[in-house]
Nanobody
Framework: QVQLQESGGGSVQSGGSLRLSCAAS????????LGWFRQAPGKGREGVAN???????RYADSVKGRFAISQDNAKITQYLRMNSLEPEDTAMYYC??????????????????WGQGVQVTVSS
């Protein structure tokens, strides 16, 4: 059974930084895609960033230059470093795991496995 465990959420002031982590277990395929999504109250789930097992990454325009995704292949663990946070970044952040081809875009439908989510709150 695949499980994803997120950590690192919290509350910061505008301009601050946070790092999210997501550790996957039970996934047996060598090639995969890890992604981060977020959902603010009253809004749909938005793709933030993803990274393939070969290191190729993709970002939403709204976070380019501020967020950085990385991974530890040996552990199937991903990290999202979030800098220059803005109140608009406030949301529940979800970790997702899918096939290698799930990284072709930032659509939530492409991912099979999801974490429970961590809250990120940015105050002005």
């Amino acid at each position: 059974q695949v499980q994803l465990q997120e950590s690192g959420g919290g509350s910061v002031q505008s301009g601050g930084s946070l790092r999210l982590s997501c550790a996957a277990s039970g996934y047996t395929f060598k090639n995969y895609c890890l992604g981060w999504f977020r959902q603010a109250p009253g809004k749909g789930r938005e793709g933030v960033a993803n990274i393939r097992s070969d290191g190729i990454s993709r970002y939403a325009d709204s976070v380019k230059g501020r967020f950085a995704i990385s991974q530890d292949n040996a552990k199937i663990t991903q990290y999202l470093r979030m800098n220059s946070l803005e109140p608009e970044d406030t949301a529940m952040y979800y970790c997702a795991l899918g096939s290698f081809w799930s990284c072709s875009d930032l659509r939530a439908n492409d991912f099979e496995h999801w974490g429970q989510g961590v809250q990120v709150t940015v105050s002005s």
